[in-house]
């Protein structure tokens, strides 16, 4: 598994968000995800959204993935 592909599967998910995916060893990995689609939901829902694009990934080669997840506007480099 791949940082790369993770972070389609989110962009592709919810359109708009900024996203960055960190991970070296191809099973836990961390993300960014910057999204308006956010606004008014609570951080567990923000996450199931997030969760829902990566579903089969979370079954099959995703072992542990650690989210921050806002509606607020950022600038991810």
Do not use: W
Request: aromatic share 4%.
């Amino acid at each position: 598994m791949d940082t790369r592909t993770i972070q389609n599967l989110i962009e592709q998910g919810l359109p708009g968000a900024q996203v960055r995916v960190a991970g070296d060893d191809g099973v836990h990995f961390e993300a960014l995800v910057v999204s308006a689609a956010f606004a008014g939901c609570l951080p567990i829902k923000r996450q199931r959204m997030v969760y829902t694009e990566l579903a089969d990934l979370m079954e099959h080669g995703i072992h542990a993935l650690s989210m921050d997840v806002s509606a607020k506007q950022s600038q991810i480099k």
